[in-house]
């Protein structure tokens, strides 16, 4: 079986770094991905680290630790557009969200 | 590309009916999932077809619960009879596997809010 695990909530202000954690218990383990989901719409796809590393997209990285079944995504220079629940993804099992406040 | 297509966007019936679910995967795409998210338990996959087979259905909850993918740009979810407990955002979603588990993105669909009375 696979088990994701995340905080619950996150809270931080426009233009800082916010980094969001997720640790894994899992059985034939490929890969990390990363979705967001804001209120009312659908998880779209952000990052995936398929090997140990950072990986990086804009104002988005995410990293994985195999050796630890552990993985983080950053958001740097955070908007308030990015308020919104961020999952953890092994496949098709999904951690259980964090949601994150940007404050004014 | 008109991403996932998903019908009805909501639907609200009564405790007992049949409730038929509709998905349009991305054309191109092998791989479609349906998932079931609520706030007690969060996104959960409820089935998962590669190449119109199904191949991992542990999560459906019961046999109440059914789907089936008789072509690539098509599949039903089917609840049978609904109960209130069913009530949920119920997302498919599709990808483009290059090898079976390859964990491709998925591109979700708008979701079926469903409310069962």
């Known amino acids: 079986g696979q088990s994701l695990e995340q905080p619950s909530e996150v809270t931080a202000v426009e233009g800082a770094i916010v980094q969001i954690n997720c640790t894994y218990q899992?059985?034939?383990?490929?890969?990390l991905s990363w979705y967001q989901q804001h209120d009312g719409g659908a998880p779209t796809f952000l990052s995936y680290?398929?090997?140990?590393g950072l990986e990086e997209t804009g104002r988005f990285s995410s990293f994985l630790s195999r050796s630890d079944s552990y993985g983080y995504l950053l958001l740097q220079e955070l908007q308030m557009k990015d308020s919104a629940s961020y999952f953890c993804?092994?496949?098709?099992?999904f951690g259980p969200g964090t949601r994150l406040s940007v404050l004014p | 590309d008109a991403g996932v297509i998903q019908s009805p966007r909501h639907e609200v019936t009564e405790m007992g009916q049949e409730v038929t679910l509709r998905c349009k995967p991305i054309?191109?795409?092998?791989?479609l999932f349906w998932y079931r998210q609520t706030m007690m338990r969060g996104l959960e996959l409820l089935i998962y077809f590669n190449n119109n087979v199904p191949i991992d259905d542990s999560g459906m909850p019961e046999d109440r619960f059914s789907a089936k993918m008789p072509n690539a740009s098509f599949s039903t979810l089917k609840i049978q009879p609904s109960e209130p407990r069913d009530s949920a955002v119920y997302f498919c979603?599709?990808?483009?596997?290059?090898?079976?588990?390859?964990?491709?993105?998925?591109?979700f669909g708008p979701g079926t809010r469903l409310l069962v009375l």
């Open positions: 993804a092994a496949f098709f099992v």
């Open positions: 899992t059985s034939g383990f490929y890969g």
């Open positions: 979603a599709s990808s483009l596997e290059r090898g079976l588990g390859s964990q491709e993105t998925q591109y």
């Open positions: 680290n398929g090997l140990d």
């Open positions: 054309s191109g795409h092998n791989s």
